[in-house]
Each structure stands twice: as structure tokens, then as C-alpha cells.
């Protein structure tokens, strides 16, 4: 009974560590969902700059510096998920001789909005400061509440907020600079059953932590038409604090969970007066996900220690804009994503796997001061992923377990932007 109460534990924490849903839509557990203006082109050249949005900022904060006086935005994607998990007929027959329910686990995504803000003012021809307000992590699957594998995974639910204010420094007429600093909320909740027969009792996991990162950048103009842009995201240290709550005495406990730094590279090229190419590159260091030890908050006894195997993400972009009239801009972009997620480490509550972006978008300028984005994705798994869970696995809870999952996801962002008035001394974007 113990061991296997320790086994049920290890797998609740386990997400707990991940802060995970498999609806994320930047591979693992992140959010990529931060701009309506880069929905529309996959994200393609975000950390060059460019354009008139400041969303940019969440990638690379030096794109703080093109602002002109005073500026403001406002992001909000809905997010659509679909996610289907087939449970095979071999599990199916073991789950319902053992007295369960031989169910698959249905469409497991939840819809969702996510927002995300943008404020920046220019404070002199050098600097700039600004503010972003996003949600990096989070997302929330569920299940049908009785199913063949709620011993694995019943519901979850995550969420986050991050605030990074920013400091931007213009060096000359191509090179600008920026760094600030990460704010990072998290809280959790996150249950599966304790056995296999219908109206099971949970294992439920609550906690929350604040933890502080820091965020870097710089934009530089090499020739005309053209602004390459790196932005670097550092990890963040959560401490989870929270419980872990079953028939009987609630177990307080706590991990330390290193999430992964970000980088990011943007290429922005004007071919012509109103056509211009983008291209994207991010690298994300899942590896360092390796494993988590979860401790008893009394006396600080290691409870298990969690492998995940986790290999880095990589995200390619790319995309075009062109401008119909002044008023009216066209977006397009494709996008493909190495998920850090393997066959091998794959779970109920991961089945997270390589996938493909097809995006569509565009801007409407009403005045000189108001603008209007709208950015479309369609987000697709080629094929389906394997779910193989077995004795020795970091989620094994005693039950053999196969399963198969196909996920599509479609997002529609719409965007605000505004332009506060006054005289501003101009703003020195580029070099031309």
C-alpha cells in the first residue's frame, strides 16, 4: 500500500514539476500565444522588431526602443485544442478485468484565453522603458472523470503570470540594447484517481511559488532593409510550495523546479517598398528538466526523485508581410517544432509531440494613432503519438498502459494598439 500510495505521488508530482498541459502550444508545458501580430506570420522574425507592435518585447526586450513617445497594447488569443486519447484494446481489457472502466479518455482539451500586454514610452532619443504583462506556462486538460487510464491523469489546471519591466538604450542608429527583469506567478492543481473502479477517490496536488528571471536583448540594422534581433529569457527557479491531498492525512510538500532559459532569433528583410521577408530560430533548454526531487516539507526527507529525459526545443519560422495599402497589411507564415517530448517519455499527461504551424494574419490602421491585428493558426500533429507507459517509467502506478493521441489546435488572436501623442523626439530604429 505504501509503495504504491508513493507511486501515485511520484506521478502527481511529476506533473506538478512539469506545471504541464498538453494543450501548450510551444512544445512541453510553455505558451507561445503572446502577439496577434506574429500569429499571423507564425511568429516569424518577432525578435527583429519592426512593424509598429511592441509584442515583440516578449521575445527580445530591445524592441522596446522603436517606440515613439507613448504606446499601449492589448493581446488576446482563443485557443481552441483538440486532443483525443484512443486507449488500446490490450489496456482496455486489463483496466475492465480489474473491475474499471475500459474507456478512452475522450477529448481532453479545454478552450482557453490567453492575454497579454504591452506598454512602453520613450524617455529620451536614447531611452526607453516599458512593461509586458503574459502568461509563459499554463493550460488545462480534462478527461472523462471515469476512464481506463484516470489512474495516470484525471484533470489539471495551470496557471501563470509573468511581468517583466524593461530598460531599453538606443547606442547609435543601428545597434539598440535592452534588458529588464521577470516577475513569475504560478499556481496549480492537479488531480488523478487512486484506483481503477468508477468514483475512485483523488490524489489531488495543490501549489503556487514566485520566482524572478531576468530577460535581454539587443536589435541591430547591419545594411538597409534589414534588422536581425536576439533576445535571451532566462530560467526561472519555482520553489513549489502546496499539498498533496488523499483519504486520510494531507502530505505537505515542496520541489524545486528550474524552468528553462530561451533564445531567440529574428530576421526582418524589406525586398521591396511594401514586401518583407522574416524568419524565426528559438532554442529552449528542456534538458535541463532532467529530474526533480520531491521532498516532505517536515523534515525534508527526499521522497522520490523524478527522471524526465527531456531533450531541448527548437521552433523554425517563416513569413512574409506585405502592405496592400497604407491602411492595410497582409500576413502569412509556416512554422515547424521540434518537441522536447519523446516516444519514450511520453504520458496522459504529456503526449506533447513535433508539430506544424500554417498561419495567416493582417493589420488594419484606422488613424496614425490606432491600429487593429487580427492573426489566425492552425496548429497540427502529423499522424498519432504514442503513449507507452510500463514498469520502470517515471509514471508507472502499477498499471501497463498503452494508449494513442491525435491533436490539432486552431487559434484566432485579435490585438489593440494605440498611440499616445505629444512631442516625442523621433525614434531610431533603424539605420535608413
Known amino acids: 500500500m505504501y509503495r504504491r500510495r508513493r507511486r501515485l505521488l511520484s506521478g502527481v508530482v511529476t506533473l506538478a514539476a512539469l506545471v504541464a498541459s498538453h494543450e501548450a502550444n510551444a512544445g512541453a508545458f510553455a505558451l507561445r500565444e503572446q502577439s496577434a501580430t506574429g500569429q499571423g506570420m507564425s511568429f516569424a522574425?518577432?525578435?527583429?522588431?519592426?512593424?509598429?507592435?511592441?509584442?515583440?518585447?516578449?521575445?527580445?526586450?530591445?524592441?522596446?526602443?522603436?517606440?515613439?513617445?507613448?504606446?499601449?497594447?492589448?493581446?488576446?488569443?482563443?485557443?481552441?485544442?483538440?486532443?483525443?486519447?484512443?486507449?488500446?484494446?490490450?489496456?482496455?481489457?486489463?483496466?475492465?478485468?480489474?473491475?474499471?472502466?475500459?474507456?478512452?479518455?475522450?477529448?481532453?482539451?479545454?478552450?482557453?484565453?490567453?492575454?497579454?500586454?504591452?506598454?512602453?514610452?520613450?524617455?529620451?532619443?536614447?531611452?526607453?522603458?516599458?512593461?509586458?504583462?503574459?502568461?509563459?506556462?499554463?493550460?488545462?486538460t480534462d478527461p472523462h472523470h471515469n476512464w481506463a487510464g484516470q489512474t495516470y491523469a484525471r484533470s489539471s489546471q495551470v496557471r501563470s503570470i509573468n511581468a517583466a519591466p524593461t530598460v531599453g538604450y538606443q547606442v547609435n542608429d543601428w545597434l539598440s540594447i535592452a534588458g529588464g527583469v521577470q516577475i513569475q506567478y504560478f499556481d496549480i492543481q492537479l488531480r488523478q484517481a487512486l484506483g481503477l473502479p468508477q468514483g475512485s477517490q483523488n490524489a489531488t496536488l495543490t501549489g503556487d511559488d514566485i520566482g524572478v528571471g531576468f530577460t535581454a536583448g539587443m536589435t541591430i540594422a547591419p545594411v538597409e532593409g534589414t534588422s536581425v534581433g536576439v533576445g535571451f529569457r532566462s530560467s526561472i527557479e519555482h520553489k513549489l510550495k502546496g499539498n498533496l491531498s488523499v483519504p486520510g492525512p494531507n502530505v505537505k510538500i515542496k520541489a524545486e523546479v528550474d524552468l528553462p532559459e530561451q533564445v531567440t532569433i529574428g530576421l526582418r528583410q524589406r525586398v521591396t517598398e511594401d514586401l518583407t521577408l522574416l524568419a524565426g530560430g528559438e532554442w529552449t533548454n528542456w534538458s535541463r528538466l532532467d529530474s526533480v526531487a520531491v521532498?516532505?516539507?517536515?523534515?525534508?526527507?527526499?521522497?522520490?526523485?523524478?527522471?524526465?529525459?527531456?531533450?531541448?526545443?527548437?521552433?523554425?519560422?517563416?513569413?512574409?508581410?506585405?502592405?496592400?495599402?497604407?491602411?492595410?497589411?497582409?500576413?502569412?507564415?509556416?512554422?515547424?517544432?521540434?518537441?522536447?517530448?519523446?516516444?519514450?517519455?511520453?504520458?496522459?499527461?504529456?503526449?506533447?509531440?513535433?508539430?506544424?504551424?500554417?498561419?495567416?494574419?493582417?493589420?488594419?490602421?484606422?488613424?496614425?494613432?490606432?491600429?487593429?491585428?487580427?492573426?489566425?493558426?492552425?496548429?497540427?500533429?502529423?499522424?498519432?503519438?504514442?503513449?507507452?507507459?510500463?514498469?520502470?517509467?517515471?509514471?508507472?502506478?502499477?498499471?501497463?498502459?498503452?494508449?494513442?493521441?491525435?491533436?490539432?489546435?486552431?487559434?484566432?488572436?485579435?490585438?489593440?494598439?494605440?498611440?499616445?501623442?505629444?512631442?516625442?523626439?523621433?525614434?531610431?530604429?533603424?539605420?535608413?
Open 45 to 140: 522574425g518577432m525578435a527583429a522588431g519592426g512593424g509598429d507592435s511592441l509584442s515583440g518585447m516578449f521575445w527580445n526586450p530591445a524592441v522596446v526602443n522603436q517606440v515613439e513617445h507613448l504606446q499601449g497594447e492589448q493581446h488576446l488569443s482563443f485557443i481552441a485544442p483538440s486532443s483525443k486519447i484512443e486507449v488500446s484494446d490490450a489496456t482496455k481489457g486489463l483496466v475492465g478485468a480489474l473491475g474499471g472502466t475500459p474507456r478512452d479518455g475522450g477529448d481532453i482539451g479545454e478552450y482557453a484565453l490567453l492575454g497579454a500586454s504591452y506598454s512602453a514610452y520613450r524617455v529620451s532619443d536614447q531611452v526607453s522603458v516599458g512593461l509586458s504583462i503574459n502568461t509563459p506556462f499554463g493550460l488545462a
Open 295 to 432: 521532498k516532505a516539507r517536515t523534515g525534508g526527507a527526499t521522497v522520490t526523485t523524478l527522471p524526465f529525459g527531456y531533450k531541448d526545443g527548437w521552433f523554425v519560422s517563416g513569413g512574409a508581410e506585405y502592405r496592400f495599402t497604407p491602411a492595410l497589411t497582409g500576413r502569412a507564415g509556416v512554422a515547424y517544432e521540434w518537441s522536447p517530448i519523446t516516444d519514450k517519455v511520453r504520458s496522459n499527461r504529456l503526449p506533447d509531440d513535433d508539430r506544424w504551424w500554417l498561419s495567416a494574419g493582417g493589420s488594419y490602421n484606422h488613424s496614425d494613432r490606432l491600429a487593429f491585428d487580427l492573426g489566425y493558426s492552425y496548429i497540427f500533429v502529423p499522424g498519432k503519438s504514442k503513449i507507452d507507459i510500463k514498469a520502470g517509467d517515471p509514471d508507472f502506478v502499477g498499471l501497463p498502459y498503452s494508449a494513442k493521441s491525435k491533436s490539432e489546435v486552431h487559434i484566432v488572436s485579435a490585438a489593440v494598439r494605440y498611440k499616445f501623442g505629444g512631442d516625442a523626439p523621433a525614434a531610431l530604429v533603424t539605420k535608413y
